[in-house]
């Protein structure tokens, strides 16, 4: 083990690995306010990567209902659960202390409490053949107080947070900073790309031991029966290189980014520099979204693998339980998102508007359009228009922050 940075919690922590960062990090925003569970992405996935014999049960993506659904079953809590015995009580952030951006956390992360406990690198666990059995148990199903059939509930519907809730969680492998798939591997099938962080299993190096199974805490590699290895998310990587036939030899997002129906997600390389932090980029919409705007945080923070996919938290969930899945800055994000800044309202729109992955975006200003009030203060939209550019520097898209209006002209009123 050795001592790494690990930005996300504010400070230095075990890793197997001495540190050794990507020129580029493939990384990605959800907004979780927007997603229907339609699964296109989950099926735009499958149909791409594990359509084969021995991949029946395998969903690199998955949308899982919260708090109770989960794929593989319950894995959050499960491994909550094995953090909390191995340090009973001290699983705790320190939203003040000066170390990252969402503060310092106190608590051990995977490494650390498998260091603690002289286990190997990693704390974990194999998930059972049931628990990988089916993606979608308990969808839609809410926690909290049971609605009243057959009549409206206004508790449901009320914000700053809904009576009985539930939200779903998308999600893929993060390509973490620091994997634990790859630190647990004794056959270092596991690697991480240099050129845009993408993290692989080399499937002529993999024996099928699973202990990136195991130690994965987002379980995200998944073994196959008939070759007896392991496979993951490879996140579309021939798109991410630009060598998909409709790239035009740029980089482009990965199939389940691209097929969003409820345009919820947003992805794109990032520069890292030498100690893993992200190179300052103003006009990056992942850097906005992460490091200006604070309105994306890491999923799970505290198991330590610094995942590089952000969510925007789900505005109406209970806070207590937003934090321990986002961390401390749960809240703030929420009261950013609720009442947007002109220039977060417009980089919102840049969500699943072009296959083509945006390297930076520009605001073109427009009128004021609206003076309202939003959680009792006030609050102004203006008709701007978001322009986002490809790597090569080319306008990939163009939005208007204000919906287009238009009113069907009262003579095709019944007709479609
Ligand atoms: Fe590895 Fe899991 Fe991180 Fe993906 S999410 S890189 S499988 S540790
Ligand atoms: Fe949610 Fe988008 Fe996936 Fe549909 S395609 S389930 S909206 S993330
Ligand atoms: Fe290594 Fe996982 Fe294969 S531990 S050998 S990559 S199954």
């Not at 594990?50 to 395998?58: A, C, P, R, V």
Request: hydrophobic fraction near 35%; proline fraction near 8%; glycine fraction near 8%.
């Amino acid at each position: 083990m050795t001592k790494v940075r690990n930005w996300q919690i504010g400070r230095d922590m075990e890793y197997r690995f001495a540190e050794a960062h990507p020129d580029r990090q493939l990384a990605f925003v959800f907004n979780t306010n927007r997603c229907i569970a339609c699964q296109t992405c989950t099926m735009a996935c499958k149909s791409t990567w594990t359509f084969s014999e021995g991949q029946e049960l395998m969903w690199w993506n998955n949308v899982e209902t919260k708090p109770y659904g989960g794929y593989p079953r319950s894995w959050d809590v499960r491994i909550l659960e094995l953090l909390e015995a191995a340090n009973p009580g001290g699983q705790v952030w320190d939203a003040t202390a000066r170390g990252g951006p969402y503060g310092v956390f106190k608590g051990m992360t995977v490494y650390e409490a498998a260091a603690a406990q002289g286990k190997d690198v990693a704390v974990g666990y194999a998930p059972t053949d049931e628990e990988w059995a089916a993606p979608n148990v308990w969808e839609d199903t809410a926690a909290g107080p049971p609605g009243r059939p057959g009549a409206y509930d206004e508790r449901g519907a009320r914000l700053p947070e809904h009576a009985p809730w539930f939200f779903y969680l998308q999600r893929v492998c993060n390509h973490c900073s620091y994997p634990a798939c790859l630190a647990a591997c004794p056959r270092n099938a596991v690697y991480k790309r240099k050129e845009d962080g993408i993290v692989l299993i080399d499937q002529a190096r993999c024996r099928g031991y699973r202990k990136c199974v195991e130690a994965c805490p987002y379980k995200k590699p998944m073994f196959r029966l008939t070759t007896r290895t392991s496979e993951k998310c490879v996140g579309c990587y021939p798109r991410v290189e630009g060598r998909d036939a409709l790239s035009d030899g740029v980089p482009m997002e990965a199939r389940c980014m691209a097929g969003c129906v409820g345009k919820i997600r947003l992805q794109g390389l990032v520069k890292v520099g030498a100690d893993g932090t992200w190179i300052a980029d103003r006009t990056h919409p992942l850097y906005f979204l992460v490091h200006v705007e604070k309105v994306a945080l890491p999923l799970y923070p505290q198991l330590g693998t610094e995942p590089n996919g952000y969510y925007i938290p789900p505005r109406w969930v209970p806070r207590a339980y937003l934090e321990q899945m986002f961390g401390p800055g749960a809240s703030d994000a929420v009261d950013r998102y609720r009442r947007p800044s002109r220039e977060l309202l417009a980089v919102l729109q840049l969500f699943r508007t072009t296959q083509r992955m945006i390297f930076r975006y520009d605001i073109v200003e427009g009128p004021k359009v609206l003076e309202t009030t939003i959680g009792g203060r006030p609050w102004t939209m203006y008709a701007d228009t978001v322009v986002g550019f490809d790597e090569k520097g080319r306008e990939a898209v163009r939005l208007p922050v204000v919906e287009p209006f238009r009113e069907r002209p009262a003579r095709y009123l019944n007709s479609i």
